[in-house]
């Protein structure tokens, strides 16, 4: 109020006729600061873009791990907003923020593993969707439920692209989807009692095969880092045939390897008999060998001994024999020697006093 006005009221005095009986009213204005007329307009205006700036709220804060989607009258801008302070205008555009941090698709029948995973995984603060196992048939139309894990995260490059395309719920129209008709599509092929035995050549062939088909979707919305195939569940039946299967498979196992150690333990003494027998051959022929070297060095002596005597030799060796028996006759006076000539050394006989005995010597 302007200052003038104090002025005014203060002078004021009640009107009427001079008969009227009006009270009369002492009316003081309040005193406003000095000054205030000149920058009242400047502070409503001030206060009043607060109040719409605190209502409508045109900023966002985009955290990291986030990005932001631009729409101007409901057309979305194709470059995202990156993590910071961004302003935009009320009423004509607004700013949706989407996450881009890791995701989780947890396929599972067990809710101990699925709050595990969920556990797991809200340290980091990624989003989990938790399902139930993709139920298959197998090649029999068996009924089959396989556990998985997906993980991804929604590409922050094209994501107003794939949120103009698919909605908020991209992942529920682009992943799921595309999940199940791979696991259902593969495992299809094989039978209840294959798919255990086969369990890694399938793991590989779902990793590439969602992964395929997700990088073929326009603009590459979703990148996928990996697909763990936990379980597979059968029916209880096929795990029972399969128990007994694999029984038998232990048992004939086991008999093969009893079968074959006693075909070792066989060879083995078969081995150390033929040893046994061949080192006995060995031997023999060893000493037979030793006794021919044996003989064939004693004939080549004697052979050699004979071509080296002569009548001379022989007459020598009769002169020295009997010079031997000479000096003993000069002992026995009563023996009676008979010296028969022959061959290289001459019989001898010798007879004793005594009868009886009588003795016949022969050296060679």
Do not use: C
């Amino acid at each position: 109020m302007p200052a003038d006005l104090n002025d005014y009221f203060n002078k004021r005095k009640p009107s009427g006729n001079d008969g009227d009986k009006e009270p009369k009213i002492n009316f003081k204005a309040p005193k406003l600061p000095s000054g205030f007329g000149k920058f009242g307009t400047l502070a409503y205006i001030i206060i009043a873009i607060i109040a719409v700036l605190v209502i409508t709220q045109p900023f966002v804060v985009i955290n990291s791990g986030e990005v932001g989607i631009k729409a101007t009258a409901g057309k979305y801008e194709p470059n995202p907003l990156q993590p910071g302070f961004h302003f935009f205008v009320p009423f004509i555009q607004k700013v949706i923020v989407v996450d881009t941090r890791v995701r989780l698709i947890n396929y599972t029948s067990g809710e101990d593993m699925g709050e595990s995973v969920q556990k797991s995984f809200q340290g980091s603060g990624a989003g989990i969707i938790r399902k139930n196992s993709i139920s298959v048939l197998d090649a029999r139309n068996l009924p089959v439920s396989i556990d998985i894990t997906v993980q991804y995260r929604l590409n922050p490059e094209n994501a107003p692209q794939t949120i103009a395309s698919w909605g908020l719920s991209w992942e529920s129209k682009i992943v799921d989807p595309v999940v199940r008709d791979v696991v259902r599509s593969i495992a299809g092929k094989y039978t209840a009692e294959e798919l255990p035995t086969k369990r890694n050549e399938i793991a590989t062939q779902i990793d590439d095969s969602i992964r395929k088909d997700i990088d073929a979707q326009p603009n590459r919305p979703v990148e996928l880092l990996a697909v763990q195939l936990r379980e597979i569940i059968l029916p209880e039946k096929v795990k029972e045939q399969i128990e007994r299967v694999q029984i038998a498979k232990q048992e004939a196992e086991r008999t093969k390897y009893e079968v074959e150690r006693a075909n070792q333990e066989a060879l083995k003494k078969a081995a150390l008999a033929e040893g046994t027998a061949k080192a006995a051959i060995i031997e023999a022929k060893g000493k037979a060998d030793a006794v021919k070297i044996e003989a064939d060095a004693q004939a080549y002596a004697n052979k050699e001994v004979a071509k080296s005597l002569d009548e001379n030799l022989l007459s020598l060796k009769q002169i020295e024999t009997q010079g031997k028996f000479n000096e003993a006759l000069r002992d026995n006076t009563d023996a009676k020697i008979f010296l028969t000539p022959g061959g290289a050394v001459p019989n001898i006989w010798v007879d004793t006093k005594d009868k009886a005995k009588q003795s016949s010597a022969t050296q060679r």
